[in-house]
């Protein structure tokens, strides 16, 4: 494998999407390469280290990101390892023949075979295909945020979200991904477990290598919480090494508590339950934080609305 890596100043943000594509081809070109699977999919491989990387991730996500790259260019010059990065337009959820052919594709060829680990990683609807097509890997790790299990109708009739994908088909090839990571060394879901879809999704995962952690109060931002503190890298290398256990990853997820976007959302869900002490008790803990005036507006206008109250919950707090 090449020991060459793309420039890690790389920064494609800002461009127009013809010409963040043509960027991403000539960096497949240069450095393994880029493949377009059909109108809604393409796959960018990148040859480095003898462990590679697969990332799940949707075109709009990755511009979104601070250089317009996807997640796993950050670990190329940290870990030295190899990336593959399958890339779908929001509608297609990786639920195409021609990305099945190009993964049957993989198996065939042994590509797989060719690296000592590999890491399966991807969120909420790209959690799903991460683990839905690590079976072409056996013994490979996966790492899921927030996965679904499946849209099937049969299944998840439930969910009332993604109502526009239920036309995907999710029966066929690579279809319920519980049923398809029995063949992974170890499968992490990271979800909120209050998050009663998400959780239930999650619930059906019931095979033996499957490990759920917990991150309470997060809701659907577990994802951007874990980016803005900067735990993905770790969270990567400690599943890629299995070492991402619940106390590695409680250890990681403490750093939520000073983090503006995480508790602006756990004060929504506390004001919306009509919990006073504990709002309270969070505001008194935002004072210390960046977004003190936040807070401080909070605590005084709770302490407004009844004085002699609000003073016993603060001093309880």
Avoid at 128 to 146: D, E, I, Q, T
Avoid at 240 to 254: G, N, Q, T, V, Y
Wanted: proline share 7%.
């Amino acid at each position: 494998m090449t020991e060459n890596l793309p420039d890690p100043h790389t920064d494609l943000s800002g461009l127009s999407p013809a010409d963040w594509q043509a960027q991403l081809d000539r960096i497949g070109e240069e450095f393994g390469y880029y493949e377009p699977l059909g109108q809604h999919h393409a796959a960018l491989f990148i040859d480095a280290g003898p462990r590679l990387l697969v990332t799940f991730e949707t075109r709009d996500s990755i511009r979104r990101r601070p250089r317009a790259l996807p997640r796993g260019f950050e670990m190329l010059a940290r870990t030295g390892w190899s990336l593959l990065v399958l890339i779908a337009d929001d509608e297609g959820w990786f639920r195409s023949p021609r990305v099945w052919g190009y993964v049957d594709r993989l198996v065939d060829e042994g590509f797989f075979e060719d690296f000592e680990r590999v890491l399966f990683h991807g969120h909420h609807a790209c959690g799903y295909a991460a683990a839905a097509y690590s079976v072409a890997s056996p013994g490979a790790r996966v790492l899921a945020l927030r996965p679904m299990a499946t849209l099937d109708p049969a299944i998840a009739g439930w969910d009332r979200r993604h109502l526009a994908a239920r036309r995907l088909d999710f029966t066929s090839r690579f279809g319920y991904a519980p049923d398809m990571v029995d063949a992974a060394a170890k499968v992490t879901l990271i979800h909120d477990p209050r998050h009663a879809a998400d959780s239930i999704h999650a619930a059906l995962y019931r095979r033996p290598n499957v490990v759920a952690l917990p991150a309470f109060n997060a809701g659907s931002r577990i994802e951007p919480v874990l980016d803005q503190i900067g735990a993905m890298p770790e969270l990567l290398e400690l599943a890629m090494e299995d070492r991402l256990d619940r106390a590695a990853f409680a250890k990681i997820w403490r750093g939520r508590r000073g983090n503006p976007l995480y508790l602006r959302g756990l004060l929504r869900q506390l004001e919306q339950a009509d919990r006073p002490a504990q709002v309270a008790r969070l505001c008194r803990h935002g004072i210390t934080t960046p977004e003190a005036k936040h807070y401080a507006r909070r605590l005084e206008a709770l302490i407004g609305a009844d004085p002699a109250e609000t003073r016993v919950l603060t001093r309880s707090a």
